[in-house]
């Protein structure tokens, strides 16, 4: 009697556990190969700097988990099992040189009031957004928790129509390809409400004049508004702590330290995959690899059709990010007071500033005024520092994952390992600018280059947090390829999951959960 597993899942990021978790619980034998030496991928926690303060190493918002079809089917048994969300009814907000804020919380009239305080016109195209968004969520999120499958496309479509009508349907369409850039200055006319906005788009390798981003600036905006922000209590990685007690409650396993060199097939079929130190371990049912489309062809040394290995080889990785860790004797002294109740203060002062960082970036320069992150994550969760103290997570957006040069003129490195130091530095200078004697409370530091990012997890490449560019020609029904949006792939019994895979990045667990569903049948 074969002790092979059902499943064999290569990678330990959070859609890997989402996955198993899933499968294990309609009666699958699962098992879960990582190359790290503990699971997590981006979303894991620890003491980067000092012992007492706990930093997220990348992803730090769980709203997407916390929101996710994923959670609202299993929550109540991840709960049991130590998961804890810490929730703020303030999830960001921007500062500006000329000393001016907005902050999105989910207090609507307060809300508004901020915005007002820019433009009466915009105040009341806020008040429009907000009140239709209810309605226009429901549509949105369905296509994004959609299979990229005729049939769901073709049901979603229907249901579309009938609501909305043609015309309706035809203006979802439109914004859908919109540009960030286009679709703020055809709402607002505040310089400042469309930068605090437009940030967001950042996040998702949408720069301003990118068509089909304007979809991001707006989610992040209404739904802030109207749920908040979730964070992890004691950081992000409750939610894969817990992921992994669910699964190994099911009859799962996960090993760790245990990188994957192949996935076997025979006749077409994958039938397991051979481990570093020489073991082969053969898959019932799926062998499911949570990997870079580049990864995904060297490890079966091809799949045998010329279109998809064509589309797995062009994959196109959106720029790398810098994170800086930092542990703080105290937190920024923002010259607004209210900024100290917020998870995330950007700084990203104009779409033009954010357009030209971008292009920046893609031409493999170092930018000469980065888009910084400012998490403030003790703010919401105090637990993650010693009494009194803090963190502050830093995410300096863009970074090129290669180096050929500084757009300043001033770093001289073209390695990362020498032009980490001065590039932080380059944060740091910008976020005293804005808040000043924040560098006198900082008691230790760590900086986590594109480059290391990737060496800690490959699907990371270049310091691409989204493993790949959302741009409209990789995303929807070609994410990652056209005809293979669901995870299949041309050999039978092989799955593709993780961010690579529609609906992308973040950290709602979309790709494995959609995949998990789809092989059980539930």
Not at 461 to 490: E, I
């Amino acid at each position: 009697m074969t002790t092979d597993p059902d499943a064999i899942i290569i990678g330990a990021g959070h859609n890997s556990l989402a996955c198993a978790c899933h499968l294990a619980s309609h009666g699958w034998k699962v098992a879960v190969y990582e190359q790290a030496p503990e699971p997590g991928g981006a979303v894991k926690t620890g003491a980067y700097t000092l012992p007492g303060f706990r930093h997220d190493w990348a992803a730090m918002n769980l709203s997407l988990f916390a929101g996710s079809a994923f959670h609202t089917q299993h929550g109540k048994e991840l709960a049991g099992h130590g998961l804890a969300f810490a929730p703020t009814g303030n999830p960001f907000a921007s500062v500006f040189p000329d000393g001016r804020w907005l902050g999105i919380s989910n207090d609507v009239a307060l809300t508004t009031e901020r915005v007002r305080a820019f433009s009466q016109a915009d105040a009341k195209a806020w008040t429009k957004l907000t009140t239709d968004f209810p309605s226009e969520a429901e549509t949105i999120f369905g296509l994004l928790g959609s299979p990229m499958n005729r049939r769901a496309l073709s049901s979603l479509g229907w249901k579309t129509w009938r609501k909305k009508g043609g015309g309706g349907t035809l203006d979802l369409a439109r914004f859908l390809m919109m540009s960030p850039r286009a679709w703020l200055d055809q709402t607002f006319e505040s310089d400042h409400v469309k930068a605090t906005l437009a940030a967001w788009g950042m996040h998702l390798d949408f720069a301003p004049d990118i068509a089909g981003g304007a979809l991001f600036p707006y989610l992040e905006a209404m739904a802030g508004q109207a749920f908040g922000m979730v964070l992890g209590q004691g950081g992000a990685d409750t939610a894969i702590n817990a992921m992994v007690k669910m699964l190994e409650a099911h009859g799962g396993s996960i090993e760790c330290g245990t990188p994957v060199t192949g996935i076997e097939q025979a006749g077409g079929r994958a039938t397991g995959i051979t481990l570093a130190d020489g073991r082969f371990v053969g898959a019932q049912k799926a062998v499911i690899a949570n990997v870079t489309p580049a990864a995904l062809l060297k490890l079966t040394g091809g799949t045998g059709d010329a279109r998809h290995e064509a589309a797995m080889q062009g994959f196109q990785h959106a720029p790398g990010t810098m994170m800086i860790h930092l542990a703080m004797e105290a937190l920024p002294d923002w010259k607004a007071p209210e900024l100290k109740q917020f998870a995330y203060v950007h700084i990203a002062p104009s779409m033009d500033q954010m357009a030209r960082t971008y292009a920046q970036a893609k031409a493999g320069l170092l930018p000469d005024e980065p888009m910084i992150v400012c998490g403030q994550p003790t703010v919401v969760d105090p637990s993650r520092a010693p009494d009194g103290k803090h963190v502050l997570w830093l995410q300096v957006r863009m970074a090129p994952g290669t180096i050929k040069g500084d757009a300043a003129g001033k770093i001289k490195a073209k390695s990362w390992t020498n032009a980490a130091t001065p590039f932080a530095d380059r944060a740091l200078d910008i976020l005293e600018r804005y808040v000043p004697g924040t560098r006198k409370k900082i008691l230790g530091q760590h900086i986590v280059t594109p480059p290391m990012l990737e060496t800690d997890n490959p699907n990371l490449v270049g310091g691409d947090q989204v493993c790949g560019s959302h741009h409209l020609h990789q995303h929807f029904m070609n994410r990652p390829a056209r005809g293979y949006a669901d995870g299949t792939t041309p050999i039978r019994n092989l799955y593709h999951t993780g961010a690579a895979v529609w609906p992308g990045g973040g950290t709602g667990a979309g790709p494995g959960t959609l995949l998990a569903k789809k092989l059980a049948g539930k």
